[in-house]
């Protein structure tokens, strides 16, 4: 099993930054996919971001192109969203998730080909 734990939310005003972090235990992030999901009240699950397992390859979904960034840190079991130029439409609970063999999340935007979730953190912001 993988546990994630999602940390980093909170409340910012519009145009602000804000860093989440994904920390892994249980196992590790080594030789797994990351990617980095929202959902807002009433919208369906929405991807943002992923990292391929030794953070050689990026995916962004159209939330992320320009403004959010993503990192690992293996050593630390922790990957990163690092979100800029925020708008209140980015307001939702952003969700880690984790994608292990057969590997069906990497190349897909849809969160059921994802295996482990962490309980999410909410991000909100403020005009």
């Known amino acids: 099993q993988v546990q994630l734990v999602e940390s980093g939310g909170g409340l910012v005003q519009a145009g602000g930054s804000l860093r989440l972090s994904c920390a892994a235990s249980?196992?590790?992030?080594?030789?797994?996919?990351t990617a980095w999901f929202r959902q807002a009240p009433g919208k369906e699950r929405e991807f943002v971001l992923a990292?391929?397992?030794?953070?050689?390859?990026?995916d962004y979904g159209d939330p992320a192109e320009g403004r959010f960034t993503i990192s690992r840190d293996n050593a630390k079991n922790t990957v990163y969203l690092q979100m800029n130029s925020l708008a209140p439409e980015d307001t939702a609970v952003y969700y880690c998730?984790?994608?292990?063999?057969?590997?069906?999340?990497?190349?897909?935007?849809?969160?059921?080909?994802?295996?482990?979730w962490g309980q999410g953190t909410q991000v909100t912001v403020s005009s």
């Open positions: 990292i391929s397992w030794n953070g050689g390859s990026t």
């Open positions: 249980g196992r590790t992030f080594t030789g797994y996919n």
């Open positions: 998730a984790a994608d292990i063999p057969p590997f069906t999340g990497w190349g897909s935007r849809l969160p059921g080909a994802w295996d482990y």
